[in-house]
């Protein structure tokens, strides 16, 4: 047992409370037969999470990077794995090899995951993905059934499904009408195959408050799901979902300089540093402090300060806010709460210590930092 490290900035993650968040999902999603596929990314597959999200009943994990996926076979998690971004031509070996399942848009790219799953005598399995409006990945609808037709044949390729993504790009919302085509164009690959699709995967976390609410009949059995778990919220307004933690992951960083200056800078004022010039409100002299944390460890933008501290600027290595209340002293330490984006940043930032609370029992293999 070595001693606690103690050291700032870090992040604290409560696999409690991811826990809770991913069986609260699972379950209310599983009344509408909706299965929830955890997505790892913000996590690069760490297995103390891998583990936490499988204790707590997820069937599959996911990730878009190979490397995270296979850092979670490594350390021991047997789960099937799904690569949620269309394989790189240049890593198809590797695809077939650590995933059972992959998103996939491209022709020209099932074709060498057919050659490299017959090399390896395996069954890849695919999820065709169609645009639905939010114009990243995807096949236009009209193009999935002449598509089919040239992959259908391709030895040791299996279709799963169908699956669409929203929200990323253009902020997308899923709705009836573009649900509704998803599900038909499942019921029509269907009788045109004779196949049966057993994944239809509506999206990512900004689809969980249509799948609760919607009532008609869908054939969206899946959602692929990541923000709601780890922050409790989903993607639209920052809208929070009931029942949630919204505090699993923080960030908690230290005060190094506090003192009472003028709001206005003085001098001849050019662009700053990074080519920014912000309008200052004249606040006469104000409680200014410098907290330890900065652009190259977090994307500052999506912090979300406590009460009476408010964030005005950040440099790369020092945010700098001010304070309503009493002046911040000396090495206090400030916890924020993060959005996406900061989430994003931090957990990938090396700069950042991450620190695991009631985390699950690991095997030996899963000991790894
Ligand atoms: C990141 C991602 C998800 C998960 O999105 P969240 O908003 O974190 O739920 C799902 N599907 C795909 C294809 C993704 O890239």
Known sequence: MGRKRVNYP????DCSKISHNVQ??????????ISVTPVMKVFLGHPIIARTLIDAGAKMLADSRIENIQRMT????????MLIR??????????????DISLNTEIKVIQKLS?????????????IMVELGDLREGLMPDHVIGFIREIIAL??????????NLACRFGIMPDEKNMTLLSNLADDIETTFGLTLDIISGGNSASINWALNYTGQTRVNNLRVGEAIFLGCVPFEQEKIKALYTDAIT???EV??????????WGKRDLNAFGEKETVPDKGMVSQAIIALGRQDVCVTGLNAPDGVTITSSTSDHLIVETSGKPLFIGQKITFNLDYSALLSSLSSHHILKVFNNRPGLTTLEKEE
């Open 10 to 13: 870090r992040l604290d993650i």
């Open 24 to 33: 609260f999902l699972i379950s209310e999603l599983s009344l509408k037969n």
């Open 74 to 81: 490594q350390s021991g998690i047997t789960a099937p794995k």
């Open 86 to 99: 269309t394989p790189m031509l240049s890593q198809v070996e590797s695809v077939v090899r650590y995933c």
């Open 115 to 127: 050659k490299a799953a017959s090399r390896s005598n395996i069954n890849h399995g695919i999820v």
């Open 155 to 164: 030895p040791n390729i299996v279709i799963r499904g169908i699956g669409t």
């Open 251 to 253: 960030l908690t960083a």
């Open 256 to 265: 190094i300089e506090s003192k009472i200056k003028p709001s206005l800078p």
